[in-house]
């Protein structure tokens, strides 16, 4: 766990920007009806699996949720599986009427996974990824 950790943090510190409009001239070449792109100046994924439940506990996950509270972020989804076993919430961030950050906290006993979008997001751009990743 600890290698996935310093690996990720070395690769956000040598991360570089990559020129992608190259790719623009094939839009015209392309099946369809336009290029669904989605820049995002900040995409962080975490995702932990753990031999056994208690790893991790609430203050852990409320330690993450206490960085969203006010500030422009608004809980858009909370899902509690009964029994207590899955979380899933959904956190927005808005300024001038525009998404401009996203934070998903999915919470299992023995997995936890946290993603945060950060950025002008194009809601319908990001909708069109869904037709291009793999399943």
Do not use: C
């Not at 943090?9 to 992608?20: H, I, K, N």
């Not at 623009?24 to 975490?46: F, H, M």
């Not at 927005?92 to 934070?103: I, P």
Request: net charge neutral.
């Amino acid at each position: 766990m600890k290698i996935a950790i310093l690996l990720f943090a070395a690769l956000g510190l040598s991360a570089q920007t990559v020129d992608l409009k190259s790719l623009d001239l094939l839009e015209s070449k392309a099946k369809t009806d336009g290029v669904t792109t989605v820049n995002l100046p900040s995409l962080s994924v975490r995702h932990f699996e753990f031999d056994r439940a208690g790893v991790y506990s609430e203050s852990d996950l409320n330690a993450i949720r206490g960085q969203v509270k006010g500030s422009g972020w608004s809980k858009m989804v909370q899902v509690k599986e009964k029994g207590g076993g899955e979380i899933t919430e959904v956190y927005v961030h808005g300024a001038g009427g525009k998404v401009t950050g996203v934070l998903v906290l999915a919470a299992e006993p023995r997995e936890l996974t946290v993603v945060n979008l950060l950025g002008p997001l194009d809601l319908e751009k990001l909708k069109g990824l869904k037709d291009i990743l793999p399943k």
